[in-house]
């Protein structure tokens, strides 16, 4: 049962809103000004605060104010009577959820506190115990966890597959260091970042004299992670040779450096990474089989943001604690229209395109809160929405069906029309929210509610 607070100086208001949203289950608590409600609101943990902006004493939006540095997440919608633009975008910039002017429709309140409540859900961080290193509550994160705890004591060697910024090196880490030979080196390296001519020595190491620029003998990868673990990371990328010597290595436990005729026994734990379907790259020619199954002994598949949608919440608040400390900012949250805009996007460069996001936004964001404006998103989603060359997207709306229909209407009802479908679509995806609505319209929040009552839109 949700709890919410209720505050406004109007008896009659606080007891019709107290009888309507216990009828629909919730705990509800009032408080008569702005003082009593932050009393209240130490004492109490509430879920959503429903607060009246012009209040004696403390006004609105300095009780939402003290309630955001209360509680930064907290859900808060303001009321009020006096419709004011200026009163409209502070509630909104300070971390309000919603505004609603009264008499306000009792569909609307309700819905905006079903949505308010649902955000704030699946907004509550609750960090997995243990795996502090991986942000994640979602199932198919918590079905990743359970592997590594399985497999980690295990000398198995892994193979962890996913496209490019899901966090593979961190689930490497995450199974090091839960090894038995976790006190021991985890020795990571980027085949692709490595020119092809260099590699075999980066891997295996060289003796002095080997090839010119060999001035001294040189450790390589391998024997630097002796007794520990060896990450490679974007294995697809190794060519046919490497791949030969790298499964001479998993097959005999030795390997023998550039220029040297002498083995090496050593004992480490190969870890490998791609972005690859590195069966495809069987079937082309391109990778080893055997190589393939020597590697992938526990096959990982770590899953593409957009699959684990819900677990943007965590991952956002984890940055911004992150960026707020490095760069000297005070950001505390981001505003709950941000956090809808990042729940609608798709995130074609996963996590690491997330984290990329919320640093420029708290690079960018002079108050403690991040608004829509301060997310830069990728031009992915446009580009993807393009029309192909030769096809036309159908039309949003329709004004006529033929050139005689257009004329016999005349352009102020066709115009009127079309108007209307607008507002009805934006706030279908606004979720029925006017301020929202009104930002995706690009009108003020005044010109909206004047819009919707001509057109008598509820």
Known sequence: MASILVVDDELSMREFLKILLEKDGYHVTTAADGKLAIELAEQHPFDLVISDIRM???????????????????????????????????????????????????????SVVRAALKKKQKSDPQPVSG???????????????????????????????????????????????????????????TCSAIPESLLESELFGHVKGSFTGAIADKAGLFQQADSGTAFLDEIGELTPIIQTKLLRVLQEREFMAVGSTKTRQINVRIIAATNRILEQEIISGKFREDLYYRLAVVPIRVP????????????????????????????????????????????????????????????LESSNIILPESLILSLHRQEKNKPEPGKKNGPL?????????????????????????MILHALTRADNSKMRAADLLKLSFRSLRYKTKKHNID
Not at 88 to 100: E, L, P, R, T
Not at 169 to 186: D, G, M, Q, Y
Not at 322 to 350: A, C, H, W
Not at 397 to 421: M, S, Y
């Open 56 to 110: 004696p004493g403390m006004t609105g939006l300095e009780l939402l104010a003290q309630l955001k540095q209360l509680k930064a997440d907290i859900g808060v919608i303001m009321i009020t009577a006096f419709a004011s633009p200026d009163d409209a975008v502070a509630a909104m910039k300070n971390g309000a959820f919603d505004y609603i002017t009264k008499p306000f429709n009792v569909d609307e309140i309700k």
């Open 131 to 189: 795996f502090s290193e991986i942000i994640g509550q979602s199932p198919e994160m918590m079905r990743i966890f359970d592997l590594i705890t399985k497999i980690a004591p295990t000398p198995a060697n892994v193979l962890i597959y996913g496209e490019s910024g899901t966090g593979k090196e961190l689930v490497a880490k995450a199974i090091h260091n839960r090894s038995r030979v976790a006190a021991n080196p985890f020795v990571p390296i």
């Open 304 to 363: 593409p943001l957009r699959e684990r949608i819900g677990d943007v919440p965590l991952l956002v608040d984890h940055f911004l604690k992150k960026y707020s400390r490095l760069l000297g900012k005070e950001v505390q949250t981001i505003s709950s229209y941000g956090m809808e805009v990042l729940m609608q996007y798709d995130f074609p460069g996963n996590v690491r395109e997330l984290e990329n996001i919320i640093e420029r936004g708290v690079a």
């Open 397 to 421: 709306f329709v004004a006529a069906h033929d050139e005689g229909e257009l004329f016999d209407q005349g352009l102020e009802e066709v115009l009127q029309r079309v108007e209307k479908e």
